[in-house]
């Protein structure tokens, strides 16, 4: 999504991409001062059983933002992006990162794995990321790609 399109979120769909009624209301019990953040929209998914990606369709339907990415990445005021880079980036997390690469990139899920599998802090594999100057994309919610 470009800067002249934001906040026209519904614009990324298809004309007659239709909004779940079910989905819809559990976003608005979620929704403070117009936004939405990334935690809860992942309760949402949790909680009715869907894809993440389904719950940032509806989001993006209904023109929310999302807010307090829990990689760090967008999302917080005044600064928008929190995550800074790592000082050092460990062997084990660096080895998983690179190996979870595609075309020099890393997915949000991947991070999202390779935290749980490390049993570390999400925000700690995107500050090895930034240290690595590798670029985190696909967001599961559909708020970048």
Known sequence: MTRKDKGHFAAKYR???RLDSKIAEAIKGKVSEGTITCAAAFEISGELKLKPSEVGIAIDLMETRISRCQLGL???YP?????KPAEAVSQPIEQAIK???KNNRISCASCWDI???LDIPKMKVSAACEKLKI???FCQLGAFG
């Open 99 to 101: 190996s979870s690469l």
């Open 74 to 76: 967008f999302g917080y």
């Open 115 to 117: 935290a749980e599998k």
């Open 15 to 17: 004309k007659g991409t």
């Open 135 to 137: 670029k985190i994309s």
């Open 79 to 83: 600064q928008k992006k929190i995550v």
